[in-house]
Each structure stands twice: as C-alpha cells, then as structure tokens.
C-alpha cells in the first residue's frame, strides 16, 4: 500500500526513484494522449506525453535546488502552451478541451515529479473517466448524431472554394472523410457532404456551407434547395 500512497523518493531513493518516476509520467502522458488521439484531437499522444515529462523532470529539478521556483514557473509556463491550443476562428472559439488537458496533464507531471505516483495514476484516470465518460453522458442526454447527406454544387473557382470547404470542415471539427468529391468540370463541382440533422450546432455546418458565395445549390434527401443569388 505505501507504493500507491507514499513518496517514492524515500522508498526507492536516488537514482530509481527518479528512473521509475519518469516512465510513470511517460505512461499517464501516453496513456491520455491516445484517448485524444482517437479522438482525432491536436493535442495527441506526443505532445501530452511530453508535457507530462517535462513537468515531472521540471519539479524534480526544482526539489532539487530546494528553492521550488522551477516548479512555479510550470503553472504560468504551461499557459503559453495552453493557448496555443485555443483557435479563435470564424465558427466561434474551439480547442478549450485541449488546453484544458494539456494544464490537467502538467499538474500529473507535477504529482509525479514530487514522487506520489499512486496518486498521479489516480489522477490520470480520473481524467480519462471526465473525457470519456462525461462526454458519453453528454451524448446520451442530448441524443445521439442522426447522420444525413446532402449533393452540394459549388463554383469550381479553379480549386480555390474546395480548399473553403476543407477549412469550414476544420472550423466545425468535422473529418475529411465528411467530405468526398462526386463530380468536377471546369466550371462546377459536386460534392458529397455528411452532417449531423440532430444538434442545432453541427446542423450549423450546412447552414454556413450555404452561405458561402460559390455555393449554388444544395440537394438534401431527395429535394433539390437551389440558392438564388442576385447575379446569377
């Protein structure tokens, strides 16, 4: 029992206490890194793993010096990182999650690098349960995707409104796959697009594609909605 409460430092001593230490972050780093990863999230299984390493590394080289300012600065260093994550686009703010497991991650590292181990891996699945299970909450309380697929023609423009397409895919967190080429001439191209007909903010998806310029019209399910715009 003293392995999952006690200090490792004073159980193992230097320089296994250290070694052990270090693959245990690099485990609880991996181990919620592939849950993102499946996820298909930006903050995967490298980054995570990493930012768990550094963290512990960090706070052992700080109780080292004995002045605790290198493990300080994690907290407010970690932010940096953090932000980056976050994407302010045109669709509204999206990567918060990820930030948020990224400073999760780092206070792992820190549990680690001051040698409770126990309770760092009990940390580690306490927030794999919160990205899995809660979002499978979620999910059930507001209903599962109801999946539909609509023929949209839009203006070739020389590639260019495809490459538009693939960033409102990113700006709504949707798979390439979503997206698949049926038809292209020089002048117009169609496409097939899958979105979900249940929650009003991925229905937003094709409510966005149709206010797009090149768009010009859209066959959902059978009916054909073309988009009458002055010029055309």
């Given at each position: ?8 430092h004073l159980l193992l001593g230097t ?69 980056g994550a976050v994407i302010h686009g ?143």
């Open positions: 029992m003293r392995w999952l409460t006690g200090d490792w320089p296994w206490a250290e070694i052990m230490l270090t693959f245990v972050a690099v485990f609880c780093g991996a181990l919620i890194g592939v849950e993102r990863e499946r996820k298909d999230k930006p903050t995967g299984t490298r980054t995570l793993t990493l930012v768990c390493l550094g963290s512990a590394v960090f706070t052992m080289v700080s109780g080292m010096v004995s002045d605790g300012k290198i493990a300080a600065q994690i907290v407010s260093g970690i932010g940096f990182l953090g932000a045109r669709f509204g703010v999206s990567g918060l999650t990820s930030a948020a497991t990224i400073w999760a991650v780092a206070a792992i590292g820190m549990l680690v690098g001051v040698g409770y181990a126990g309770g760092s891996l009990a940390l580690c699945f306490l927030i794999l349960a919160v990205l899995t299970v809660i979002s499978a909450v979620e999910q059930r309380l507001l209903g599962p995707c109801r999946h539909a697929t609509a023929t949209v023609t839009v203006q070739s423009n020389g590639g260019k409104t495809m490459v538009k397409v693939a960033d409102l895919l990113d700006g709504f967190h949707l798979p390439p796959s979503d997206c698949s080429l049926l038809d292209a001439t020089e002048a117009n191209t169609q496409i097939l697009v899958r979105y979900c007909t249940t929650h009003a903010h991925h229905r937003a998806f094709l409510a966005q594609l149709a206010e797009m310029p090149e768009v010009t019209a859209i066959h959902r399910d059978g009916n054909e909605s073309p988009l009458h715009r002055p010029g055309k």
